[in-house]
C-alpha cells in the first residue's frame, strides 16, 4: 500500500474536486477522463513523494557525513585527562626506572613534557631523547619487556613494534599514535624524538614503540 505524506493528500483531495466539478459539465467520454484524470494526479503525487524522500536522504546523508568530520576532527585533539595521576607512577625500562607525571595540553597539542616521562590516556607515554629519559628506547628490541606502574597497578609490556616516522608524519597520524593504534592494535606507545637536532629540544624524527600487555 502506498504511503503518502499530509501535503500530498491534500493535494490529490484538491485535484479529486477539481476532477468531480470538470466531470459534472461534461457528458462525453466520462469514464476513461475520471480514470485518466485520477490516473495522473496519482501519478503526480508518487513524483512529489519521491522527491520529499530524495531530499530527506540527501539532507540525512550530509548531516551524517557533517558529524562524521566534526568527529574526526574532535579525536585528532589531544583533550585534558580527568584521570589523576599520582606521584609514585613510573615505567621501568631499559635499566632504569622513570617517574611519570600527566601529560598538560596546550593549545592543540602537548606542553613541553620537562624531564619526566608523561602519560595521556593511560595508553601514550612520552618524554624527550636524553640519557636520563627515553634516550635508551633506540636499543630495545623486538619481544623486549618493560614494566608500568600507574596508580598502584603494575603492568608488563612487550615491544611489538619499532617505527621511525617524520614530525610531518607524527603530526599526521598523532590520533593513532595516543591510542596506540598506529600500524596495528597495541595497548601502550611510547615516543621520544630521533633523527637531527633542529632546536627548541625538538628533532626531526619521531621513534615509536608500540607495545602489547604481557
Not at 150 to 179: C, F, H, P, R
Not at 191 to 204: K, R
Amino acid at each position: 500500500m502506498r504511503k503518502y505524506t499530509i501535503g500530498s493528500y491534500l493535494i490529490f483531495a484538491y485535484l479529486l474536486i477539481l476532477s468531480n466539478l470538470n466531470l459534472s459539465s461534461s457528458h462525453l467520454g466520462v469514464d476513461s477522463f475520471h480514470f485518466s484524470f485520477n490516473h495522473i494526479a496519482i501519478q503526480k503525487i508518487d513524483n512529489l513523494d519521491l522527491k520529499i524522500q530524495n531530499i530527506k536522504s540527501v539532507t540525512k546523508a550530509t548531516a551524517t557525513k557533517a558529524q562524521v568530520i566534526t568527529n574526526f576532527q574532535a579525536d585528532a585533539k589531544p583533550q585534558a585527562t580527568t584521570a589523576s595521576i599520582s606521584s609514585n607512577n613510573s615505567i621501568s625500562i631499559g635499566g632504569k626506572t622513570l617517574p611519570i607525571e600527566s601529560a598538560v595540553v596546550e593549545g592543540e597539542n602537548f606542553k613541553d613534557p620537562g624531564s619526566v616521562v608523561r602519560v595521556y590516556n593511560r595508553r601514550f607515554l612520552f618524554a624527550h631523547n636524553t640519557n636520563n629519559l627515553f634516550g635508551n628506547l633506540k636499543n630495545l628490541n623486538l619481544n623486549d619487556t618493560f614494566t608500568v606502574n600507574l596508580n598502584g597497578k603494575i603492568k608488563t609490556y612487550k615491544v611489538a613494534k619499532k617505527i621511525i616516522i617524520t614530525k610531518s608524519d607524527a603530526e599526521k597520524y598523532k590520533t593513532e599514535i595516543y591510542t596506540a593504534s598506529f600500524g596495528g592494535d597495541f595497548d601502550l606507545s611510547l615516543m621520544t624524538c630521533a633523527g637531527t637536532m633542529i632546536g627548541n629540544n625538538d628533532a626531526s624524527h619521531r621513534l615509536i614503540i608500540e607495545a602489547t600487555e604481557v
